[in-house]
């Protein structure tokens, strides 16, 4: 079964706009929580991580909110940028295996 | 950043053909690879993951005599698809980690995108 749930499956958003990404877990023994961007034909490349005794990360445009007592933790890409139409990962592990939620596909119009 | 290099990054092959692809830390010693496999529009699927100078741990369902791993040194492991069929056909992605750096737990390479004719 999927260890992270992730939401939504797609979005559009228009340039300049936030896009919001959202994961839930179950396993109390995750304590890294990385998300992925994958370009068409690419690799998942690592875009920000967190930990859990963190609530918030920021670098950039990229944040990622966590929630531990709601074991649930999102990303927030603000002005959002054409270049940022990609499909994004959440996931989690808790010993270098990681669980990867279904991913997200963003579109951002100009 | 560390670097992974997986080869070839495209592969066209008759069925019943044996395809290898290796994967490569460039600057980095992996004492882990996974091996993923990703069909379209969908997520990651570990397939198997390796340590250095010892058996592959496959996950349930992937067959370990269809998907042979090899991981003989520090900075490569190599996943060779026997007997491919069209239904073999997918985007095979590797990556690596250090398990002395827990910043980072994988770096992944680029994918393999296999065709099985």
């Known amino acids: 079964q999927q260890q992270v749930k992730q939401s939504p499956q797609s979005l559009i958003v228009q340039k300049g706009g936030i896009s919001i990404i959202n994961c839930a877990y179950e396993n109390t023994a995750f304590d890294y929580f990385p998300w992925y961007q994958q370009f068409p034909g690419k690799g998942p490349a690592l875009l920000i991580a967190?930990?859990?005794?963190?609530s918030e990360k920021k670098e950039g445009r990229f944040t990622i909110s966590f929630n531990k007592s709601a074991k649930q933790f999102s990303l927030h890409i603000m002005d959002s940028q054409p270049g940022d139409s990609a499909t994004y990962f959440c996931?989690?592990?808790?010993?270098?295996?990681?669980?990867f939620g279904a991913g997200t596909t963003v579109t951002v119009r100009a | 950043g560390a670097v992974v290099s997986q080869h070839p990054s495209r592969v066209i092959c008759k069925s019943g053909t044996s395809v290898k692809i290796e994967c490569r830390s460039l600057d980095f010693q992996a004492t882990t690879m996974f091996w993923y496999r990703q069909f379209p529009k969908q997520s990651l699927m570990l397939m198997a993951t390796s340590n250095e100078g010892s058996k592959a741990t496959y996950e349930q369902g992937v067959e370990k005599d269809k998907f042979l791993i090899n991981h003989a040194s520090l900075t490569l492991s190599t996943l060779t698809v026997t007997s491919a069929h069209p239904e073999d056909s997918s985007f095979y992605i590797c990556?690596?980690?250090?398990?002395?750096?827990?910043?980072?737990?994988?770096?992944f390479g680029d994918g393999t995108r296999l065709s099985i004719l």
């Open positions: 990556s690596a980690s250090n398990r002395g750096q827990s910043n980072q737990p994988q770096h």
């Open positions: 996931a989690a592990t808790g010993d270098y295996k990681l669980s």
């Open positions: 967190i930990r859990p005794d963190v």
